[in-house]
């Protein structure tokens, strides 16, 4: 299989580990950096991350633009990619997400801190993305190259961004780390709201947060994680099924005819 | 399939999401306006919303008397469709439902408010319905006409109304847009809760839900929802076997004879 | 099938269904009254509810002998049964489990009160029972007649009586009106802990309790409920299997040996 | 099967229950210690523990090296059972986990106590392990010899032991011993926490302790538990395959060969 069709395949296996394991809802997506071309993007037409397979995962300019005319309708926010793959050469993945652990903070503003080693990978600082302050009134959806860079700007050198009243959005080095860093955001986030029940809750040290950060972002913990959650989705018939190159396409076709 | 039984089915399939998605249980029921006729609606006999099919669906005046004499026992409470059919020519779709996220603010009185952009579909307010006011101690449900008539003024122009110490109703321009709603109303409520343990929570500004309202009820945005849940149906294998016409049995009997 | 491999069968299934709807775990039991001799009560032999089966279950005495010496492990907490028959000839069908929902408030000793239309089958009061009291240290195992009838002194004309940290025990009329007493319990005790995240919670009025309460125990009532966790079971191939009448399994003995 | 084969099974089994039963996900670890062999133990190489097979299981000195050299990679704290193995004989099997339940106390340092009679498996008292007493700054996870020494000795003769922003450790005398006391131990963090919620909290007096905590040691009610388990993993074809000894392994190449 092709570098491409694969990172389609692992892109699309993504979008339903977020689904399957409870951050992503008929809302959200993924996407990844083009391996070859730095200013495009992969991203699926609007659709439920569950039901995303390969043949639905459009290329995207870094303006968010189809680089083919689209059959299909498509995400109406797909700034937020296009816009932090412009101002952050060193993220190749993002996801933008509205899961339930994490949107007590985005209602209240109130901090979302590591407080537990996996947590780490949320980095020291989490920022508040406002949409308010630079453009009033809005449905809060970001859709204007405008909102998409204000967002980027807000999340700076971060690894998560709160959207008020929205949701979150999540970067990557690469698609595996992405899910890594997404899932145990919202269990971290989880565990914060918890801990508020029993107690006084702080962040781990700055010392910690890199140390266990670093650590966690390591490709062998990565995989025996990613292991896990393709397992999960194996067991209940949930793998997408693999797109055809447009070789093999037309092989299938020539077969047909003979 | 004629209109009339894609309606049906449709709203068998709304039933059964509901139930799949948490929101009904043992009891709650959805209805429709007859496309054809505004004077008349659809709904289940009286049965567990997941066990719905398009042969359980019954017509009704909108004085809630089923139009031929049923076989089945009705819901006690199907007032509660016809009189606010009769009050709101604009509500095409109607469901009462005791979802566990709702029930706290039912209990308590508390208001229910918009706090994240989806649930901008609720609207701006909430109203409260007291059986108390008007009817003294009763068993909580809504049974004759006069307590129907009693919640839909409650209702007024909103799109949901909570019911004391019961649950709540919602209603909508179609059975797509109220599963919608019923859906990110019962999540609504969800964050609410967890966002009053974290901090200080408020709605969104009027203009927000103005715009964040409307647009999340574009056939669109409610189309790629739909999808997904129906889909979630199918993995289950729960999606409602089709009722066949009467021509349809009328040939198949005619067949079976030959 | 004869009446009482029927009733063998509906409190397998009641079991079951408890188990599936998580009021209880590997542990917890349910027991109905002999049909034919109110002296006598059906209970299963010591296993874990979600496996139970016609052929699990065993007669006791009222004083919780089995009837006939039985080969296998009982549970020990019988008398909890045998001691409310005794007391309470009203009653038909016993549960005691130790349902999440339920626990917060054995352990606390603050009291359950009906918060909604369909926990009002609880009824106005739900007294407490500390084995303290009476016993002073013990496992908090109900175990000896004289602990099975203090806590149905304690229950007294009541439907729920809760045991100090240690769980609760529900009486009915028949199995499935204490299933749905059971079931609506739980949901009453989560809904009074979320109510009071909100804001103040109270109890219906007794009024309403008493309309509400006798309301949602008429068989109609409880039959939807019945046919929809009876669904949700087969739905997982959860049924348990009929055990075979003596005769039957007579005949089939020989008919092998032929 | 040899008793070392049924012995691997069984870890396989119990690796699988804790993360079905929702007290592991990607990460987390479960031990036995060698039944002829005092000084070794039994441990999966690193992988998640729903995935885990027989096959997967190594054998490891007190020193947490490898009997053999292995092909794989393998679990980087394993020095918590080394060390754990070294201080207590008494102990046969160990389990360390993140369960959602625990995190909260292990972010606040409040007190962990048992609050109702299955809780009472976890004993009087829950030290608390704080790696910055000892180690300072940390990635936060027990790597070193140094390390798990500090965490068996803070352990001491007690049942369980939390460790600050990343876990707990549990103990038992044999695998299924363990598996009860850890999901146990998890069900009643999750009462003191909601309990918190409704009113006051406290522990069950020492003697309740004392008694409550043998009795559910006891071999019938573990089995009880044990049996619910393997059948809920067999409902969902999870039961690990048996690994096949060295003697029929050797026995089916011969066989290929001819």
């Not at 903070?105 to 780490?120: D, F, M, N, Q, S």
């Not at 690469?174 to 962040?203: H, M, W």
């Amino acid at each position: 299989m092709p570098a491409i069709a694969a990172l389609r395949h692992e892109l699309a296996i993504a979008n339903r580990i977020c689904a399957h394991e409870g951050v992503l809802d008929a809302f959200g997506h993924l996407s990844v950096r083009h391996p070859a071309d730095p200013g495009r993007y992969l991203l699926a037409r609007s659709r439920a991350p569950e039901l995303v397979e390969p043949a639905d995962i459009y290329e995207f300019t870094l303006d968010s633009e189809p680089v083919r005319p689209p059959a299909a309708q498509l995400y109406s926010e797909r700034v937020i990619h296009g816009e932090i793959y412009k101002a952050r050469p060193d993220v190749h993945a993002v996801c933008h997400h509205h899961c339930p652990a994490v949107l007590p903070y985005c209602i209240t503003g109130e901090p979302l801190i590591p407080v537990y080693h996996l947590g780490a990978v949320i980095g020291a600082k989490v920022p508040f993305w406002d949409s308010q302050d630079e453009f009033g009134d809005t449905n809060l959806l970001v859709r204007t190259p405008q909102e998409g860079a204000s967002l980027a700007c807000a999340l700076g050198r971060h690894n998560v961004v709160l959207m008020r009243r929205h949701g979150a959005t999540v970067v990557g080095g690469d698609v595996r780390e992405l899910v890594f860093r997404t899932i145990y955001l919202c269990r971290n986030a989880e565990y914060q709201t918890q801990g508020r029940l029993v107690g006084r809750i702080g962040a781990l040290t700055p010392g910690e947060i890199e140390m266990a950060g670093s650590l966690h972002q390591q490709p062998n913990t990565v995989a025996r994680a990613w292991e896990y959650w393709v397992m999960r989705l194996e067991k209940r018939g949930a793998i997408p099924p693999r797109a055809r190159s447009a070789r093999a396409r037309a092989q299938a076709r020539a077969k047909t005819r003979v």
